[in-house]
Nanobody
Framework: QVQLVESGGGLVQAGDSLRLSCAASERTFSSAAMGWFRHAPGKERAFVAAITWSGGNTYYADSVKGRFTISRDNAKNTVYLQMNSLKPGDTAVYYC??????????????????WGQGTQVTVSS
């Protein structure tokens, strides 16, 4: 069982930056593709970004492309989401998720086997 713990959320102003971290509990993390999703009030949980096990490929939602960067450090069992130029529309609970082999379609929730508990990001205007 992989446990994922997110951190780094908070309250910021529009235009500010935040870096979210997601620490995994076991070394098999290095074989997992990782994703970030967000859930805003009144909306469905939505894909934000994903990264393959090696870090060689990354994927982004159109709404965050050019502002957010996903990365990973397999030596630290951690995946990051650097969020720049934040907007009020980015306000949501952010979740990280792990997809162990065989891999699914990383833009969809259903690909992922394990989820963190979420971290709140609030962007004020």
């Amino acid at each position: 069982q992989v446990q994922l713990v997110e951190s780094g959320g908070g309250l910021v102003q529009a235009g500010d930056s935040l870096r979210l971290s997601c620490a995994a509990s076991e070394r098999t993390f290095s074989s997992a593709a990782m994703g970030w999703f967000r859930h805003a009030p009144g909306k469905e949980r939505a894909f934000v970004a994903a990264i393959t096990w090696s870090g060689g490929n990354t994927y982004y939602a159109d709404s965050v492309k050019g502002r957010f960067t996903i990365s990973r450090d397999n030596a630290k069992n951690t995946v990051y989401l650097q969020m720049n130029s934040l907007k009020p529309g980015d306000t949501a609970v952010y979740y990280c998720a792990a997809d162990k082999p065989p891999y699914g379609i990383l833009r969809t929730m259903y690909a992922y086997d394990y989820w963190g508990q979420g971290t709140q990001v609030t962007v004020s205007s």
